[in-house]
């Protein structure tokens, strides 16, 4: 593979990117887009301070969770309308979840699974917390599996499509159909998909999806997630948040809640609009692009990454965490080592930005749209150089922050 037949090199002049710097964190914050900063003085000039509320109309603010969601649902095969922008993928894991639980009413377990992203199985416990009737079960805990967990009392399983830390892929089609096998709803967490992998939400006839904006997606820090519901339950989209931006007629300030039709009931109240001005610009992006070739190109670079580490960096302890079978991963690769976060600080001193997750985790995203073999090639180098030269020893990289 060389850098002249990558398909998407044209949109790495797409993105701010500072000098020297091999950003391999977009699983964390995406980049900035280059048409964005514009974009946000349009928004902030002209719509808020000089069109004041009337923005709400004349930009159409209010109809951006509905628009943005639609743009989305494109990147992960979901029909028009199947998808918003709103509040965060926590807030809407708890919709999903609740929601899922009401199309099941005669059922009152929920699966999650043990090593998901933590604020998946916090949601969980909440949801379980309020509601008394409905119980856990954890995937990974005493080594369950899902086939030893599912009966007929589940009614949800909440599944990560990728595995934050070690970055493995589920096979989406195959468990949303044993989960239907079973009676349950599928939701997927495509926090670690959603930019990166050409999901198809209604091929694999996904019940509830959510998932990050500002990742893959590159939607800014902060910016608001998305919730995915087939179409197939749109008769029945009860959820438990029930705001006025949520109602059929908003407008109408009625004093009881009725719900309105479609995707739009998943909305709560107002919402983070100079965010989803960032994130409409940010999705510009994506407008020209083809996300199998995305998913390719994907596949090479972490291979390149993996393999390259592995040659010159299993001699001092570094281990490959991610599946060896690119077909087996998302867009990550995860190295294990006992000094990964000194390690990892020594990188990001060069550099080169990754991050770390307890308890000895280095993670590195690869976004294709903004790196190219190349890049992957000096990563390696810069790695394998901290490594032979014990630089990662020095005090300061054993300071920690707040953020890692
Ligand atoms: C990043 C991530 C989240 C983040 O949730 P927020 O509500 O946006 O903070 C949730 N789940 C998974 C799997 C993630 O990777």
């Known amino acids: 593979m060389t850098d002249s037949n990558d398909p998407l090199a044209h949109c790495r002049g797409r993105f701010f990117l500072p000098e ?24 902030i000039e002209d719509e808020w301070a000089t069109g004041l509320i009337t923005s709400w109309n004349k930009a159409d603010w209010w109809g951006l969770p509905l628009r943005l969601g639609d743009r989305i649902a494109r990147l992960i095969g979901g029909d028009e309308g199947t998808c918003v922008v709103t509040d965060t993928t926590s807030i809407n894991i708890f919709k999903a979840l609740n929601l899922a639980c009401n199309l099941r009413p005669d059922r009152n377990i929920v699966i999650a699974e043990q090593d998901s992203f933590p604020t998946d199985l916090y949601i969980a416990q909440g949801l379980a917390d309020i509601n008394r009737h409905i119980e856990l079960r954890l995937i990974g805990v005493g080594g369950a599996t899902l086939d030893d967990l599912l009966d007929d009392k589940v009614a949800a399983v909440l599944l990560s499509h990728v595995d934050y830390r070690t970055g493995a892929l589920l096979d989406m089609a195959g468990l949303t159909q044993k989960i239907h096998q079973a009676g349950a709803v599928a939701i997927w967490d495509l926090c670690h998909t959603a930019g990166v992998f050409p999901v198809d939400l209604q091929g694999a006839n996904v019940d509830l999806a959510v998932g990050c904006t500002y990742k893959y997606l590159n939607g800014g820090p902060g910016a608001p997630a998305f919730i995915y519901a087939n179409k197939r339950h749109h008769q029945n989209l009860v959820q438990p948040l029930t705001g006025w931006w949520g109602h059929a007629e908003p407008f109408a300030f009625k004093p009881d809640f009725a719900a309105a039709p479609g995707i739009r009931a998943l909305l709560c109240g107002t919402q983070p609009i100079l965010s989803m001005r960032a994130l409409e610009a940010a999705l510009d992006v994506f407008d020209d692009v083809d996300m199998r070739a995305v998913r390719e190109q994907s596949k090479a670079l972490t291979t390149l990454f993996a393999d390259l580490v592995m040659a010159s960096c299993a001699d001092y302890g570094v281990k490959l965490l991610s599946p060896q ?31 770390f997750r307890q308890p000895n985790i280095m993670r590195f995203g690869f976004s294709p749209l903004y790196l190219q073999p190349e890049d992957v090639r000096i990563a390696a180098k810069i790695l394998t150089d901290i490594l032979a030269t014990r630089e990662w020893e020095q005090e300061i990289y054993s ?6």
């Open 20 to 43: 020297g710097v091999i950003y391999l964190d977009g699983n964390s914050l995406g980049p900035m887009a280059k048409n964005v900063p514009g974009v946000m003085k349009t928004a």
């Open 399 to 404: 300071q920690r922050n707040a953020v890692t």
């Open 325 to 355: 079978n690119a077909a087996a991963r998302g867009s990550q690769i995860a190295l294990a080592h006992e000094n990964g976060f000194q390690i990892m600080q020594a990188l990001i001193a060069r550099g080169v930005i990754g991050d």
